[in-house]
């Protein structure tokens, strides 16, 4: 009984509104049609980054003038766009038209087909395949530079990308200038089976060329550099810089251990690591790029033509 004369004295509640109606507010009574003259301001999905080593949150614009470098000196992945603006004095170049390969030669698929794995990644990057290449100006010296992209299927080693890396050579071969390659690769696309690993010889006997015509190949080695691109091309510079602790190897650390059944030291595969052990040259940083590669550019091609004149 004493629930029922509890229900009996509460207040009776007032009309429900309509559902979707915009509640008014005090704004509104007092003030009516104010609200239709401020427009609502959207907040930007991306303004905020999270820094991979301290998570720390980083104002977008902020990482954006530091050349998507942290505070902590994390040298972030950038697309291709980026990596020629900041490479070519004042941004400026040309980008360079490359061939077109059949799609899925193999038809190949493992969970989904190729073909529905190339359309994703061309939607999300809006590139056709994981290399990109331009023409401009570094330090004062022309050069052909040949860009892969981690983000089109983690920059995978493809009959497409070996026919842009072959096509930008061609390109350097025929202007006479230093060919320079940022790498950044999870290694083989391993939808094209043999074609893919065909890539590192075609890649090699391409750097050949290069040397007959005495032109420099200058390597700069970005996170992650691994697998097949390891093994070919960008191990062939002559001249090998890299990108502060960048990760750089062939097989992963487990696959490694399980193999010499050894532990291995920490940071084994870091840019750092391999500059003590003479794989690499040097370690340089996003903002010192552009001046250290003018400087190598034109000393190489100075002695080029000394050569030539003698």
């Known amino acids: 009984m004493a629930l029922t004369d509890d229900k009996k004295k509460r207040p009776i509640r007032g009309p429900v509104p309509p559902v979707g109606r915009e509640r008014g507010g005090w704004l509104a009574k007092i003030a009516p049609g104010v609200r239709k003259l401020v427009a609502r301001q959207e907040t930007p999905e991306n303004l905020w980054e999270k820094c991979p080593d301290t998570g720390e949150m980083i104002y977008r614009p902020d990482l954006e003038a530091a050349l998507w470098v942290t505070p902590a000196g994390r040298h972030m992945r950038i697309r291709s766009n980026l990596r020629f603006a900041y490479t070519f004095d004042g941004g400026r170049h040309k980008l360079l038209s490359l061939p077109r390969t059949p799609d899925d030669p193999l038809e190949f698929t493992y969970g989904k087909p190729y073909r529905d794995s190339l359309a994703t990644a061309r939607k999300n990057t809006g590139e056709t395949d994981a290399m990109a290449a331009a023409v401009g100006e570094i330090g ?95 191990m062939l510079g002559d001249i090998h810089l890299a990108e502060p602790a960048a990760l750089i190897g062939f097989a992963g650390r487990r696959v490694i251990e399980d193999t010499i059944r050894e532990a291995l030291p920490p940071g084994f595969q870091t840019a750092e690591f391999q500059v003590e052990r003479g794989m690499v040259d040097r370690v340089v940083t996003r903002k010192e790029l552009p001046a250290v590669l003018g400087s190598i550019l034109r000393t190489l091609m100075a002695g080029r033509a000394n050569r030539r004149a003698a």
């Not at 050579?169 to 939808?191: C, H, L, W, Y």
């Open 140 to 234: 004062g010296q022309t050069a052909v530079v040949l860009v892969q992209d981690f983000a089109f299927m983690g920059g995978s080693l493809g009959a497409a990308a070996g026919e842009a890396f072959l096509a930008a050579v061609d390109e350097a071969v025929k202007r006479e200038v230093p060919f320079v390659v940022f790498t950044a690769s999870g290694g083989a696309r391993m939808q094209e089976g043999t074609m893919s690993l065909m890539q590192l010889a075609r890649t090699t006997a391409a750097i050949q060329r290069l040397k007959r015509a005495h032109l420099p190949y200058i390597v700069v080695l970005t996170d992650p550099t691994t697998g097949g691109v390891t093994a070919s091309y960008a």
